[in-house]
């Protein structure tokens, strides 16, 4: 019960952190890091052209 609490608080500090500018997060460092390496990590996030590759890219697999 305890590690529950302290799960729920860690995510509630990370979302306030997050929305009041306290944590700032570099996502095409964070994902370039992690291994989409189609993702520049000098440039900043475009979410739209991220996610339409990726439907793109699944799209273009499955047929």
Do not use: C
């Not at 608080?9 to 460092?29: E, H």
């Not at 520049?40 to 890219?57: A, E, G, Q, Y």
């Amino acid at each position: 019960m305890l590690r529950l609490l302290f799960l729920i608080f860690l995510v509630y500090a990370i979302g306030t952190g997050m929305r009041d500018g306290w944590l700032t997060i570099k996502w095409s460092q964070l994902l370039h890091d992690v291994g989409f390496t189609e993702v520049d990590r000098d440039k900043p996030m475009d979410w739209n052209d991220f996610i339409l590759k990726r439907l793109l890219k699944d799209k273009d697999e499955s047929n």
